[in-house]
T-cell receptor, first 113, second 113 residues
Framework: GENVEQHPSTLSVQEGDSAVIKCTYS??????FPWYKQELGKGPQLIID?????GEKKDQRIAVTLNKTAKHFSLHITETQPEDSAVYFC????????????FGKGTRLHILP | NAGVTQTPKFRILKIGQSMTLQCTQDMNHNYMYWYRQDPGMGLKLIYYSVGAGITDKGEVPNGYNVSRSTTEDFPLRLELAAPSQTSVYFC????????????FGEGSWLTVV
């Protein structure tokens, strides 16, 4: 089955700097890669996603890149702000084959003042 | 629109006791999931359902049972609770395989002592 590795487990960046979180996946058939943000005491919420027919997707300060050959994808947050502090999860799935989404272990992002 | 609602929010169980975590969604979603989140371990899939009357095992089903008698409800049953089941449990739902947003509940904090 699919296995998703996420790095780093913890990341601290100065406010205003950029943050990058990386994930790798094992199943080359996976074709849907969402990213979730989880604030303290809340459930995860989708912030951006990308499909395998696209190499990059942007939404304001957030972008995701996908390298299918290397089987890795990354989340980029620019001009970080205090409200970006949270736990971020990557995930992978292959909807046409099965009904499961497999998550990485998460990255705790701290934005330093 | 309530989205995905989980109850209870917090619960302390004694070893060997049983309980049911309730999950209901009002979005008429076909797919529902139960995840557990352990510290530093990300989200692990326990059970999922693709529609009323259909359930299937995820990555870590042992010690749990589910049922899906209606589209709205997907309760998770813990039989003979063990300390290893101390975790945060999240219910989630999605309309179908077309890659729509997964909606998570707020979580249920369970401690087994």
């Amino acid at each position: 089955g699919e296995n998703v590795e996420q790095h780093p487990s913890t990341l601290s960046v100065q406010e205003g700097d950029s943050a990058v979180i990386k994930c790798t996946y094992s199943d080359s058939a996976s074709n849907y890669f969402p990213w979730y943000k989880q604030e303290l005491g809340k459930g995860p919420q989708l912030i951006i996603d990308i499909r395998s027919n696209v190499g990059e997707k942007k939404d304001q300060r957030i972008a995701v890149t996908l390298n299918k050959t290397a089987k890795h994808f990354s989340l980029h947050i620019t001009e970080t702000q205090p409200e970006d502090s949270a736990v971020y999860f990557c995930a992978a799935s292959m909807w046409e084959r099965d009904d499961k989404i497999i998550f990485g272990k998460g990255t705790r992002l701290h934005i330093l003042p | 629109n309530a989205g995905v609602t989980q109850t209870p929010k917090f619960r302390i169980l004694k070893i060997g006791q049983s309980m049911t975590l309730q999950c209901t969604q009002d979005m008429n979603h076909n797919y529902m999931y139960w995840y557990r989140q352990d510290p530093g371990m990300g989200l692990k899939l326990i059970y999922y359902s693709v529609g009323a009357g259909i359930t299937d095992k995820g990555e870590v089903p042992n010690g749990y049972n589910v049922s899906r008698s209606t589209t709205e409800d997907f309760p998770l049953r813990l039989e003979l609770a063990a300390p290893s089941q101390t975790s945060v449990y999240f219910c989630a739902s999605i309309m179908d395989r077309s890659g729509n947003t997964i909606y998570f509940g707020e979580g249920s904090w369970l401690t087994v002592v």
